[in-house]
Every structure is written in C-alpha cells, then in structure tokens.
C-alpha cells in the first residue's frame, strides 16, 4: 500500500531551520569533504542532531538535497549541448561541466561513484536525470562516429570521476590537473 497522503508545507521554524542545516553543510563540506561531521553540522545551525535527521535521515539525503540543483543544471546543460554544439564540443564541456561538479567537495567523488551502483541511495535516484542526460551526449558523438562505439556511459563516469578524484588529490593547479586529465582521456575515446 503506497501512502498516498497530502505532504503538509513545513513551518517556518522549519524551514528556517531546513535552510540552516544546508547553508552549514555546505560550510562543513567545503572545510572537511563530505565526511564532515553530522553533529557538527547541527550544532553550527542551531539545531540539535534530531533535527537533522528529521530533515536529513541520511548523509546521502543531506548531499543529495546539496546537489540536486546541480544535478538539475547538468542534466539541462546537456540538452542545450545536444542543440547548440558539435557533438565533440558538447561531451568536452558535458564532462568538464561533471568533473567540476564531482570536485566541490573532497570525499563526493567517491560517494558520487558508489552511488553509480547503489540504487538503493538518494543520490543514485537524484542524479538519474543528469545522468540519463549525460548518456545522451555520449551516443550523440558516437552516432556521429566522434566516440569510440563501445564507450558505455558507466565507463565514461567512471572515469570523469577518477579525473575529479585525482583533482581532489593534487596540491597543483586544479584546472591545469583537469585539463591535461581530461585532454588524456579524450584522446583514448575520440575517433579522428
């Protein structure tokens, strides 16, 4: 039996309090990586941890309401890519748009990975469109006969997602780390 009852607006204590566990997460991710501590969090918000959980019954909810908004804005990017670009062009900025998101916060690329196969994760549905998305910029340039044809899209993310792993490791510059990455693998998948 699905439940089928009306969900009520939040208070606007609770509110309040929703925008105040994401603004501190945010912080906390960006100070600590995704392992950040949930306790901390809460006490930065003003909020005991029962709150959080109230809002965010698991760290994989708390991310996924930090990221759907970008997952949304990459599953949009591809669309306008698949239009307005060559099909080359459109899966260069399609994975670097990725990368760049996959390396906001140190840890995300590991939890994005683990994700790819848990169906289980808030993430893994949140991310589904973005990556269905994705998927489509991929066999554009392989019906164009730009992509080698048996590139999957898993394979392909697996390995956006190592370059903003290696990203996340390297004390150089990350944009030059990306680009020299990125500029490899290209040349493994695109055909002349």
């Given at each position: 039996?699905?439940?089928?009852a009306p969900t009520r607006?939040?208070?606007?204590?609770?509110?309040?309090?929703?925008?105040r566990l994401l603004d501190?997460?945010?912080?906390?991710?960006?100070?600590?990586?995704t392992d950040a501590s949930?306790?901390?969090?809460?006490?930065?918000?003003?909020?005991?941890?029962?709150?959080?959980?109230?809002?965010?019954?698991?760290?994989?909810?708390?991310?996924?309401?930090?990221?759907?908004?970008?997952?949304?804005?990459?599953?949009?990017?591809?669309?306008?890519?698949?239009?307005?670009?060559?099909?080359?062009?459109?899966?260069?900025?399609?994975?670097?748009?990725?990368?760049?998101?996959?390396?906001?916060?140190?840890?995300?690329?590991?939890?994005?990975?683990?994700?790819?196969?848990?169906?289980?994760?808030?993430?893994?549905?949140?991310?589904?469109?973005?990556?269905?998305?994705?998927?489509?910029?991929?066999?554009?340039?392989?019906?164009?006969?730009?992509?080698?044809?048996?590139?999957?899209?898993?394979?392909?993310?697996?390995?956006?997602?190592?370059?903003?792993?290696?990203?996340?490791?390297?004390?150089?510059?990350?944009?030059?780390?990306?680009?020299?990455?990125?500029?490899?693998?290209?040349?493994?998948?695109?055909?002349?």
């Amino acid at each position: 039996m699905t439940d089928t009852a009306p969900t009520r607006p939040m208070r606007a204590d609770a509110r309040r309090n929703y925008q105040r566990l994401l603004d501190q997460a945010r912080t906390a991710f960006a100070e600590r990586g995704t392992d950040a501590s949930l306790d901390e969090i809460a006490r930065r918000a003003g909020v005991g941890i029962g709150t959080l959980y109230r809002h965010f019954p698991t760290r994989d909810a708390l991310l996924e309401a930090l990221l759907r908004e970008r997952f949304t804005g990459l599953a949009t990017l591809a669309e306008d890519l698949l239009t307005s670009a060559t099909p080359r062009d459109a899966l260069t900025a399609w994975l670097r748009a990725f990368i760049t998101g996959a390396s906001t916060y140190r840890g995300l690329t590991s939890t994005l990975m683990a994700t790819l196969r848990d169906e289980t994760s808030e993430l893994h549905a949140a991310c589904l469109a973005m990556r269905q998305a994705g998927e489509r910029v991929l066999t554009r340039a392989q019906q164009d006969g730009q992509v080698r044809a048996d590139v999957t899209a898993l394979e392909l993310f697996t390995l956006a997602s190592g370059i903003a792993w290696a990203n996340e490791q390297t004390t150089t510059s990350a944009e030059g780390t990306v680009d020299r990455l990125l500029t490899l693998v290209l040349s493994g998948l695109l055909l002349d």
